[in-house]
C-alpha cells in the first residue's frame, strides 16, 4: 500500500479540539487507502516554555540535559493524538525517536539523521495501524537522546518520507502554504502554487521560517514530493518539487533574518591559508556562516568579514579571537544591531538587472547597504535592524510579487548568457547515485565541480558609505545590459566602501565604460579590474549548513598555494574566485579531494 506522511506543527496541534482535526486528516487518508504515518511537534509554544523554564534553572544548560527536556514536548504530543485516533475507531500507536530507530549523530541540539530503520514502523503499518512519530528527536549510538535543532520535526518527517518510500509528504502548518515573504510582516504576501527545491532550500536557509532547510535537503537527495498545507482549512497547498522549466518571476520569494550579527577581521596577512584557519575553526565549533566578504589586499593587509545569526555571536565570537590570534590579525570587531534580507529567485540566472533593482528599490527608501553578496539565485544585504521590516516589504513590493507573473527586467543585449555556473548543475541520476552510496543520511552530496574562467572582476574602492551607491553602480552595468555574476560589497571601514563583481569577459571593457559616470560623480573612487580570474563552482545540496564542505575547501586551496580573491555561498555551491592561471590545479585538487571522478 503506498505510504503518506502527514506533519503536524506545534500550531496544528495546540489543544484537544486541534489534535482531533489532525487526528480526523490522519484516519482520512488511511481510510483513503494509505499506509499513514503522522509526526507531530510539540503543542504550541511548549518547546519556547521549555526552553525558559531550563533558562530559569542556569544560564548554561548542558545540551544533553537540553534534549532530554526538549523531546518531552513530542512525547507529550505524540500520546495524545494517539489517543485522539483511538477515539476515532482506528488503530494507532505512537513511537519516541527512540522507539522508531532515529539514530543520529552526537552532537547534541543540532543532531544530525545517521539512519533510520523502517522495521518496526513497517510491521505496525502492515498490523493496521496509523504510526504516531514524535518529530524532532532521535538517539546517539550510546542511546542519550538527540534534537535536530529548532523546526526539526519538518526533517523527521521528510526523513521517514524518504525512507518509507512515502508518495506523499504532506506538512500541515497555520498558513496556507509557502508565501513570496512572511505573510505574518507583508499583508499583500502571495501564496505560490509550486516551488522549487533549490528556491525553498535557499529560502528556507535566508531565514523563512516556514520550513527547516535541512528538511528540504532531505527532500531533494531522495526526491520527496513535498505539500505545505494549511491545518485549518482544505487548501491545497504548495507543492514543493523539482525545479519546472516554466520561470514565471525572476524573484521567487524575500527571505530575512532578523536577528543577524557581522563580525570582522582586521588587518590579516594576505597570503594563502586564511580562508582556511577561519572556515576550519568555525566549522569544528559547528557554526554555519553566510554572507563571506574579502576585501582586496591594501599594503599587504586584508579584512574578512563575515556574518552569523546573532545568538551564535558569542560562540562565533571566541572561534573568531583564537583564529585571530594565530593569524596574527589586528583586530576583531562584532557588530549587532543588523539584519539579513535575501531575494531569491532561478530567473535571476538569466535576467540582467535584478540587483540593480534591489538596490533602487532600497535606495528608494533611503535603507543603507552594509555588505551584499550574491549566489546565482540570490542577493542578499546586511542592513540596519532598524530597517529590516522596511527592506522585507520595499523588496517584495519592488519585484511585484503580489503579483503572479511579475515583469521581467530585460535580458541584456551584451553578451546575453547565462550567469556563469548556471547551466552546469550536477544531473539528478548523478546525485541519486553519490546519495545510494552515503554512509550516513545526512552526509554531504559534493556533486560536481566546474571552472569558469571567461570572467573578469571590476573592483570600486574609496566609495562613500551611503545610500544609493550600490544602486548607481548597478544600474550603469544594467542599462548596459551587462549579466553580473558575483557581487560582494564590503563592510565599509573608515567610512569608505568597496564594491566587487564579475562580468563576462566580453563585456568587461563595456563594464568600466559603464561605470565611468558614476566614478565621476564619486570623486576619488578608483576602478581596479582583473581580466583573467578563474571561477571555481563546488556543487551539491546544503553545502553551506555543512559547514565542514567550506573548511575543507579553504584547506585544500591553501595547501596549494592557491589565494581567494571573493567568495560566495548558497546552499547549492560554493563559489571562489581566483587567479585564472591556478584554476586548473584548484580543479584538480578539489576534484580529489571531494572525491570526484577526474577523468569526468
Ligand atoms: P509549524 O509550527 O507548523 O512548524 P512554523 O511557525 O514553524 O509552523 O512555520 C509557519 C510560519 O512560518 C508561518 O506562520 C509564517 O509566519 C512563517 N513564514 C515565514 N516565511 C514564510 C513564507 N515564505 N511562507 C509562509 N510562511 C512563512
Ligand atoms: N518542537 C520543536 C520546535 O519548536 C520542533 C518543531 O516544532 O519542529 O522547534
Ligand atoms: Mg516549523
Redesign the pocket.
Known sequence: MAVIVQ??????VANAEKIRAAARRAVEAKRGGYDVVVVV?ARGHKTDELVELAKEITSHPRPREMDMLLSTGEQESVALMAMAVHELGEEAISLTGAQIGVLTDTTHTKARIVSISTKRMQELLKAGNIVIAAGFQGVDAEMNITTLGR?G??TTATALAAVLNAELCE???????????????VPE?R?VEHISYDEMLE?ASL??????SRSIEFAKKYRVQLR?RP?YSDGPG?LIAPESDEVTSVVT???FVRYEAMITLVGLPDQPGVMSTLFSSLSAAKIPVDMVVQNVAREGTANVTFTVAEDELPDALTVANAAAASLQAQDVVATTGLSKVSVVGHGMQTHTGVAARMFQVLAAHGINIRVVTTSEIKISVLIDRSRCNDAVQAAHSGFELNKVTSSLPQVGCASNGHRSGSVDVASPELTADIVSRLDSMESIVVSDITADIDQSRVTLSNLPDDPGIAEAVFTAIAEGGVLVDMIVQNAARDGQATISFTVPRSDLDCAILLLREVMETYAGSIVTSDRRIGKISVAGIGLRSHTEVGARMFRCLAANSINVEMINTSELKLCVVISANEADLAMTQLRSEFGLDTNV
Open positions: 506533519k503536524f506543527g506545534g500550531t496544528s511537534s523546526g520535526s519538518d506538512i500541515y502548518t497555520d498558513v496556507e502554504g509557502i508565501f513570496t515573504t512572511d505573510p505574518r510582516l504576501a501564496k529560502l531565514g523563512a521560517g516556514v520550513m527547516h505545505v491545518a504548495t520569494g524575500v527571505a
